[in-house]
C-alpha cells in the first residue's frame, strides 16, 4: 500500500483513497494496478531478460493503451534496478537531486519498492510518496522531485513517454529542500 510521509510535519497519509486523494490535490495522478496478474516467475524478479520484460509489457498492454489514449503517451519501456544493476550506487546519487521534466513522469511499480520526493503546492515543502507493485504514479511536468529505492534497493517499473529524445532532467537548486 503506497504511504505519503510529509517531511516538513511528519504526518503519514496511508490506504490507497486518502493517498489518491492527497495526490489528486497536488495534480500527481494516482492510480493502481493489479500486481496479481504478474506471472509469479516474474514477481519479485530483478534481472528480467528483454523477453520476460515484453512479457511484462504485454500482461500489462491494456492498462497501458488505455493510460497512453487518456495522456498522449507514445512509447513505454520496463525498467529495473537493484544491486545487480552495473553502478547502482553511481545512478542513485544521480536520481537524488532534485530536478525538473518539461513533461509528466509516470512510473507503474509492478515489482519491488521505490519513492518518489515530491514538492508540494504552497507552504506544504516535499513529501515521499513510497510505493510498491501495483502503484502508478505521475509527476507533473515542471514540478521540482527525484526518485529514489527503498531498503530493499530493487524496483522493475513500467514508463511511458510522450517524447522519449525530450525527456531531459533539469537540475533545480532548491535551498528550502533539506536532504534527509
Ligand atoms: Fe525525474
Known amino acids: 500500500m503506497a504511504e505519503i510521509v510529509i517531511r516538513n510535519t511528519n504526518e503519514k497519509i496511508s490506504g490507497d483513497d486518502n493517498v489518491r486523494d492527497f495526490l ?3 495534480n500527481v495522478l494516482f492510480e493502481k494496478w493489479d ?25 500489462y498492454d491494456e492498462e497501458i493503451r ?9 512509447i513505454w519501456d520496463v525498467i529495473t534496478l ?6 547502482l550506487e553511481e545512478l542513485l546519487k544521480k ?21 518518489f520526493v515530491i514538492k508540494g503546492s504552497g507552504d506544504l515543502g516535499y513529501f515521499d510518496v513510497e510505493l510498491e507493485a ?11 522531485h527525484f526518485f529514489t ?11 511511458l513517454f510522450i517524447e522519449k529524445n525530450g525527456w531531459v532532467a533539469y537540475p533545480v537548486e532548491d535551498p528550502s529542500f533539506q536532504k534527509a
Open 66 to 74: 488505455d493510460l497512453a489514449a487518456r495522456r498522449s503517451y507514445q
Open 24 to 26: 489528486n490535490n497536488q
Open 149 to 159: 529505492l527503498m531498503e530493499n534497493r530493487q524496483i522493475v517499473a513500467v514508463r
Open 82 to 87: 537493484s544491486d545487480s544493476t552495473p553502478n
Open 35 to 59: 500486481a496479481s496478474k504478474l506471472p509469479s516467475e516474474l514477481q519479485n524478479n530483478f534481472q528480467l531478460t528483454d523477453d520476460q520484460k515484453n512479457e511484462i509489457l504485454s500482461v
Open 134 to 144: 501495483g502503484d502508478v504514479i505521475s509527476v507533473p511536468e515542471n514540478t521540482n
Open 95 to 115: 536520481f537524488e537531486d532534485v530536478h525538473t521534466h518539461t513533461e509528466d513522469e509516470i512510473r507503474a511499480v509492478v515489482s519491488g519498492k521505490g519513492i
